[in-house]
Structures are given as structure tokens and as C-alpha cells.
């Protein structure tokens, strides 16, 4: 579970500088497995949400048999009235 965590933490960090400038971040999912090393997906969709469905989905399914996997995707808030922020939103799995 550490090098899950280590993973999800690397790419919340680059999710994090990805939304520094304002900017979405395009879904992503990072894997790690001894066969194929780590890699990243990015989902990008019309539509943000359809993106991070995609990537959702992917992390659920596990086609790639990824022995850790982490998700990270932009999620807009409001904590005032015209004030915005963006925060990066993660899920983990690891085998």
C-alpha cells in the first residue's frame, strides 16, 4: 500500500502544478506494475466529467492489470459568491 500512496501523492503533486494557472486538469490515471513500469492516461472528453467517468472506469476495470493505480482530476468549488478555486480530486487502488 506505501508505493500506492507514493504514487497517488507524485501524480496529486503534478495534478496540483497541472491547475496552478487556472487551467483544468484533463483527467489522468497513473498505473504501476513490475511488467510495464509506471505509465500515465490521460482522458480528455468534451465534457470534464465524461473524462473523469472515463478514467473512473478504467481505474474500476483494471484492463492494463495494474498492480497500483491512482486517479487525479480537476474539481471546480465556490467558497464564496465570484470567488473560484479548483481542487484535484484522487482515487486509489492498488492490488
Given at each position: 500500500m506505501e508505493r500506492a500512496i507514493?504514487?497517488?501523492?507524485?501524480?496529486?503533486?503534478?495534478?496540483?502544478?497541472c491547475v496552478a494557472e487556472g487551467e483544468p486538469l484533463t483527467p489522468m490515471l497513473a498505473q504501476e506494475s513490475a511488467?510495464?513500469?509506471?505509465?500515465?492516461?490521460?482522458?480528455?472528453?468534451?465534457?470534464?466529467?465524461?473524462?473523469?467517468?472515463?478514467?473512473q472506469e478504467y481505474l474500476d476495470q483494471n484492463p492494463g492489470q495494474a498492480e497500483r493505480a491512482a486517479r487525479?482530476?480537476?474539481?471546480?468549488?465556490?467558497?464564496?459568491e465570484g470567488l473560484q478555486r479548483g481542487a484535484v480530486q484522487g482515487a486509489l487502488s492498488a492490488a
Open positions: 507514493e504514487l497517488a501523492g507524485f501524480f496529486a503533486a503534478h495534478g496540483i502544478w511488467a510495464y513500469g509506471r505509465n500515465m492516461l490521460r482522458f480528455a472528453a468534451d465534457q470534464l466529467e465524461d473524462g473523469v467517468a472515463q478514467a487525479a482530476c480537476h474539481r471546480p468549488f465556490h467558497p464564496r
